[in-house]
T-cell receptor, first 113, second 113 residues
Framework: AQKITQTQPGMFVQEKEAVTLDCTYDTSDPSYGLFWYKQPSSGEMIFLIYQGSYDQQNATEGRYSLNFQKARKSANLVISASQLGDSAMYFCAMSANFNKFYFGSGTKLNVKP | GAVVSQHPSRVICKSGTSVKIECRSLDFQATTMFWYRQFPKQSLMLMATSNEGSKATYEQGVEKDKFLINHASLTLSTLTVTSAHPEDSSFYIC?????????FGQGTRLTVV
């Protein structure tokens, strides 16, 4: 069984500062992918970043980076230089063998001006 | 451009009626599509896996007779909420997976009155 845990229901960050959103996971599958999605109030799911279980290096996509610690089963999202438009819900997700996705409970990020 | 198109984006229906939601893969043929449900301020929960040309696979606790899924072609899956009740009001979203990426539709906000 797959399980994704996000322990931060809500986070505040000052504009232009960095913020880390936590995510831990549990799976018995040796091959899996970890994803982060942003969901604004409109409801659409916006892909941010992907990390494969066999990837040696942490993934980065612009201002987003994923702090992947395989032994600890954590995949935290780091957003650098926060912008007001980053205010949204953020979901961590896992897909074993690139099949269906399992999502965490989400973190609501508020960026303060 | 969009890879997955979901229609309608919003629907209001009377209790007891049925509602059909369409999910189209625009750029590639998808033998598998996924349907999720998201209650307000909650995470996405996988409802079922739609398989082209065969029966859908439902997650535990999801009533297959209530949520009818048809995947008649490689580009179209439909979810029909039969005899809808107010407790079925939710945000329904489909996704298609291609390699390591998942593409989500825009979502359908269903309100049953």
């Amino acid at each position: 069984a797959q399980k994704i845990t996000q322990t931060q229901p809500g986070m505040f960050v000052q504009e232009k500062e960095a913020v880390t959103l936590d995510c831990t996971y549990d799976t018995s599958d040796p091959s899996y992918g970890l994803f982060w999605y942003k969901q604004p109030s409109s409801g659409e799911m916006i892909f941010l970043i992907y990390q494969g279980s066999y990837d040696q290096q942490n993934a980065t996509e612009g201002r987003y980076s994923l702090n992947f610690q395989k032994a600890r089963k954590s995949a935290n999202l780091v957003i650098s230089a926060s912008q007001l438009g980053d205010s949204a819900m953020y979901f961590c997700a896992m897909s074993a063998n690139f099949n269906k996705f399992y999502f965490g409970s989400g973190t609501k990020l508020n960026v303060k001006p | 451009g969009a890879v997955v198109s979901q229609h309608p984006s919003r629907v209001i229906c009377k209790s007891g009626t049925s509602v059909k939601i369409e999910c189209r893969s625009l750029d590639f043929q998808a033998t598998t599509m996924f349907w999720y449900r998201q209650f307000p301020k909650q995470s996405l929960m996988l409802m079922a896996t739609s398989n082209e040309g065969s029966k859908a696979t439902y997650e535990q606790g999801v009533e297959k007779d209530k949520f009818l899924i048809n995947h008649a072609s490689l580009t179209l899956s439909t979810l029909t909420v039969t005899s809808a009740h107010p407790e079925d009001s939710s945000f329904y979203i489909c996704s298609v997976q291609r390699n390591t990426e998942a593409f989500f539709g825009q979502g359908t906000r269903l309100t049953v009155v």
